[in-house]
């Protein structure tokens, strides 16, 4: 029997021109890297981010930063407020230069925190793959 329910089409090729990858692992990146924290992360130097920009104006406000405390609990309103805060004119502009650079080339998004499934370049992976799609 068929699925009746509406497929959805999934375009791989806007997945994958997008990666997140936790600066602390210090591996080569696929296309142009941007560290997305609003804090820069401890042990890192500037000289080991290269020429990769730091946008610590897509990072989560400090006062959603230490609400959050990267506590699981909290990730679901975590995500509603940060997508709140990127509506914001800078912070438009700024996810419009990063759509504009992914549809060109492969986007890798740096960030510090621990927990590789709750964070900042996730959301923002989400709302760059949106604005490819659309």
Request: aromatic share 6%.
């Amino acid at each position: 029997m068929a699925d009746l329910a509406p497929s959805r089409r999934i375009d791989h090729g806007v997945a994958s021109r997008i990666q997140i990858q936790r600066v602390y692992d210090r591996r080569p990146v696929k296309g142009k890297a941007v560290l997305v924290d609003r804090v820069w992360p401890r042990g890192i130097n500037k000289e080991e981010l290269g020429d990769h920009p730091w946008m610590r104006e897509l990072g989560p406000s400090d006062e959603l930063r230490q609400w959050f405390g990267h506590m699981p609990e909290r990730w679901p309103e975590f995500r509603r407020r940060y997508r709140k805060e990127l509506e914001q004119p800078k912070q438009r502009e700024l996810l419009d230069e990063l759509a504009a650079t992914a549809r060109k080339r492969p986007l890798t998004l740096l960030y510090g925190a621990r927990d590789t499934e709750r964070n900042q370049a996730v959301v923002i992976r989400e709302l760059l793959e949106k604005r490819l799609e659309d």
